[in-house]
């Protein structure tokens, strides 16, 4: 299985501003995906992070407000941008490997911004 | 639209018994589905998965079933100890065919606690 290491583990923010999520994995992977967690709440798919492209992102989600970057296949980063309240969550990345349905989750960054 | 259910949101066993957790989907095209365990501040840890062909597959203390005409799996844990306290989430996937494919979609969690 995939390990997968996320920077920074939490972070407390104020409105307004951005953050950027790194996520390293420890081998390749075919798909890399983001999630948010939500208080309370399950985990949502934010996009699919796709190498050298444009991100894919689900509905009720846009590239202004979440810019991703996969430069290669085993690292992206996630940016929360001008955030508000609302935006505090976890946020999760994912790998799919070559040879498995499987997603493997790295520890989540908690995100508060007050 | 909720298309993973996961009904309980709780459930308290005695160490040693037999946990069940259940999980309900609507989606026809889920093909490929997973069990993930959570603790706090900590990322989802793979359990077990089963595929759409299976109706069963078992790992050590944790098995999984399928039931395709109900749209429906299961999680068991025998037997229980302290230690599977945590959140369980059932995961559902589409696969490689069409839109939306091997993103996963989660039910909301069942919080497990097993008392010694």
């Known amino acids: 299985s995939a390990v997968i290491s996320q920077k920074p583990s939490r972070d407390i923010c104020q409105r307004g501003t951005s953050l950027t999520i790194q996520c390293q994995v420890d081998?390749?992977?075919?798909?890399m995906f983001w999630y948010r967690q939500q208080p309370g709440q399950s985990l949502t798919l934010i996009a699919t992070?796709?190498?050298?492209?444009?991100?894919?992102?689900e509905s009720g989600f846009v590239i202004d407000k979440f810019p991703i970057s996969r430069p290669n296949l085993t690292f992206s980063t996630l940016t929360v941008s001008n955030m508000s309240p609302e935006d505090s969550s976890i946020y999760l990345c994912?790998?799919?490997?070559?040879?498995?349905?499987?997603?493997?989750f790295g520890p989540g960054t908690r995100l508060t911004v007050l | 639209d909720q298309q993973v259910k996961q009904n309980s949101p709780s459930l308290s066993v005695q160490e040693g018994r037999i946990s069940i957790l259940n999980c309900d989907y609507t989606?026809?095209?889920?093909?490929?589905f997973l069990w993930y365990k959570k603790y706090p501040a900590e990322g989802p840890t793979f359990l077990i998965s089963?595929?759409?062909?299976?109706d069963k597959n078992e790992d050590g203390r944790f098995t999984v079933f399928l039931n395709k005409s109900a749209k429906h799996l299961s999680l068991h844990i025998v037997p229980s100890q302290p230690g599977d306290s945590a959140v369980y989430f059932c995961?559902?996937?589409?696969?490689?065919?069409?839109?939306?494919?091997?993103?996963?979609?989660f039910g909301k969690g069942t919080k497990l606690s097993v008392i010694p």
């Open positions: 994912s790998g799919r490997g070559w040879s498995t349905d499987t997603q493997y």
């Open positions: 089963i595929s759409s062909i299976k």
């Open positions: 995961a559902a996937s589409a696969g490689p065919s069409g839109a939306g494919s091997y993103q996963l979609t």
């Open positions: 989606n026809s095209m889920f093909d490929y």
């Open positions: 081998s390749q992977v075919t798909m």
């Open positions: 992070a796709n190498q050298g492209s444009e991100a894919t992102y």
